[in-house]
C-alpha cells in the first residue's frame, strides 16, 4: 500500500466514523451561504455539489428545480443522502468519488458549490479548483464558503491547518480568470450540526467565470 492509498483509506474511514453517527453530522438545514446564493441560479440549473456529505445541500438544491450531482468520499455518506432524497422525494445524481477521482468534464455545470471542502492539501487543492473551473460552463458561477486562518483561534470546526484553510488572496491566486460578485471574509455564529458549532471565521465567495473565457 503506498503512503497516498494510506491517507484515501485513513480520510475515508474517519469521515465514515462520524457519518455513521444518529443524526446528521453537519445538520438537518442547508448551508446559509448557499442558500442565500443560490438565489443568483437560473431556473432548472445543473449544479454540481463538491463533497457533499449526507447531501443536505444537493438536497435543497434539488427541492428548488436544479439538476444536481454530487459527490463524497465517504459511501455511509452517500447511502444516507441517496436515502434522504428519497424520503424528501427529489431526484440527486449521488456519486462515491474523491476529488481526485472525479471527472472534471469541461463546461458541464451551470454553478459548482463546494461548501467547507478543506480537507484538501495546497496540491490536491489547486487541483480541485482548476477542476471546478474547468467543469463550469462559461457564464457559470462558483460558490464557495470557507474558513479563514483565524478559525484555529475558535476552534469551532474545520481542519485545524493553516495550510488547509482559505484567504481572499489565495482564492484569488486559485481563479485568476474570475470575477468575484461576491469575495469576504467575516465572522459570524453557525449552528450547522457537531460539525461547525459556535463563533467562526468564514470566507465566502461568489465567481462568475466569464462567457468570454477572460476577466474584464
Known amino acids: 500500500m503506498?503512503?497516498?492509498?494510506?491517507?484515501?483509506?485513513?480520510?475515508?474511514?474517519k469521515w465514515d466514523e462520524r457519518f455513521s453517527r444518529a443524526g446528521r453530522w453537519f445538520g438537518d438545514e442547508p448551508n446559509t451561504f448557499l442558500r442565500r446564493e443560490a438565489q443568483r441560479l437560473p431556473s432548472a440549473?445543473?449544479?454540481?455539489?463538491?463533497?457533499?456529505?449526507?447531501?443536505?445541500?444537493?438536497?435543497?438544491l434539488a427541492e428548488r428545480g436544479h439538476r444536481v450531482t454530487a459527490f463524497d468520499l465517504s459511501p455511509v455518506?452517500?447511502?444516507?443522502?441517496?436515502?434522504?432524497?428519497?424520503?424528501?422525494?427529489?431526484?440527486?445524481?449521488?456519486h462515491i468519488c474523491d476529488i481526485d477521482s472525479w471527472t472534471w468534464a469541461?463546461?458541464?455545470?451551470?454553478?459548482?458549490?463546494?461548501?467547507?471542502?478543506?480537507?484538501a492539501a495546497p496540491a490536491s487543492r489547486a487541483r480541485m479548483f482548476a477542476g471546478m473551473w474547468r467543469t463550469l460552463k462559461p457564464g457559470g458561477l462558483l460558490l464557495i464558503q470557507g474558513y479563514t486562518p483565524k478559525q484555529l483561534e475558535y476552534g469551532t470546526g474545520g481542519p485545524g491547518r493553516l495550510d488547509?484553510?482559505?484567504?481572499?488572496?489565495?482564492?484569488r491566486e486559485l481563479l485568476p480568470e474570475a470575477q468575484w460578485l461576491v469575495l469576504r471574509e467575516h465572522e459570524e455564529?453557525?449552528?450547522?450540526?457537531?460539525g461547525h458549532?459556535?463563533?467562526?471565521?468564514?470566507i465566502d465567495a461568489v465567481a462568475l467565470k466569464p462567457a468570454s473565457g477572460a476577466p474584464d
Open 164 to 171: 488547509h484553510l482559505y484567504t481572499s488572496q489565495m482564492l
Open 189 to 194: 455564529t453557525l449552528e450547522e450540526g457537531s
Open 2 to 13: 503506498s503512503g497516498n492509498d494510506a491517507d484515501f483509506n485513513d480520510a475515508r474511514a
Open 77 to 94: 455518506a452517500v447511502e444516507k443522502a441517496r436515502r434522504w432524497a428519497a424520503e424528501r422525494g427529489v431526484r440527486v445524481d449521488f
Open 197 to 202: 458549532s459556535g463563533r467562526s471565521a468564514l
Open 45 to 60: 440549473a445543473s449544479v454540481l455539489s463538491v463533497a457533499d456529505g449526507e447531501g443536505r445541500n444537493a438536497i435543497h
Open 106 to 119: 469541461p463546461s458541464a455545470f451551470d454553478a459548482v458549490a463546494a461548501i467547507f471542502v478543506q480537507f
